[in-house]
């Protein structure tokens, strides 16, 4: 079969779920035709991606989220003013995408959670399946729990999920548990895209914290703590275009841009790790059973979301800011899920290929 993947380019998440389901199709005998990135000028597709997904790339520009002066938080309606003023642009990527879909002529179309592919959907018709995948379709589940109040950002979140999988086949929302699938809807729960990388990994425990944050803010946050707590090995992995590959503080902190095959290797090996609230990096801590806390970005609802889940599923725990001290205070009573959460993960093989072929 033929897949034509389409992804936001936001973030570590979605690409490396393409990464994964990408390596899967192909050790099955199926075709990537093409990858189509959704992105913006501020993001650069890191070479992880470029290198590992084995398919020809074509990026083209889809609303992103606009970020404050500190690259923190997320703003609702800068956001939104830019995506409304940027119109034409984006009305040129989605005829350039039924181009590309016309050529390839792909047997099923995958989604992973790019507004370009809702769109072109509500616009055009094609041939093919149209499958969405992303574990922001998990807040449709009447067992997901939300954050409280935030009813505006709640039903922005719900809004997107509409766009984003618009006339939808299937969609298969990524959980760190498994719940009651909806057939009836076309709605299944299936475990998260962990690449073999992963799994191969040799997990031990040295006594340095590890970091991941992709706006490049919070490296200052980082820094802070640092300097109160100089004592403390810190690793952390951000996007900062004006920094080195390696921006060493001193032998105690050091930065590294995203290097995904060394961030593996750094969350092997660490104590305790602390994120973003990204949903592909705290499965990826899970399953390394490593203890966690997550710091969702400000503004960012999903990530809000992320954090309610992933605690509940046993992950770790949620702060408000980067006081790493939280979680050092929190590993003696981490309780290790892996004997849940491994079996859960190692079963995505046989559900994605009865699901998509």
Sequence with gaps: MRFLFIVQGEGRGHMTQALALSSLLRRKGHQIAKVVVGTSPSRKLPDFFLSGIEAPILQLQSPNFIKDKKQKSIKLLPTLI??????????KSIRALALIVKEEDPDVIINFYDFLAGIYKICYKSRGQFICIAHQYLISHPEFTFPKGKIIERLTMKLANQITSFNANKILALSFQYFKNDAQNNFFIVPPLLRSE????????????????????????????HARHPSIPIICFWDHKEKPKEYRVDDNLIFHQLDDLLFLEKMAACKGFVTTAGFEAVCEA????????????????????????????????????FDLGLLIDYIPAHENTTEIFQPWARNSDEIFIQHLT
């Design 82 to 91: 830019q995506t409304i003023w940027a119109w034409k642009t984006y009305l």
């Design 198 to 225: 992963v799994m191969e990994l040799d997990i031990s425990e040295n006594n340095y914290l590890l970091v991941y944050v992709v706006n490049a803010g919070y490296g200052e946050e980082i820094e802070g703590f």
């Design 286 to 321: 899970m399953y390394l059973g490593k203890p966690t806390m997550m710091v969702p970005v400000e503004g960012h609802y999903e990530q809000a979301c992320n954090a309610i889940d992933a605690a509940k599923a046993g992950a770790g725990i949620s702060s408000e800011s």
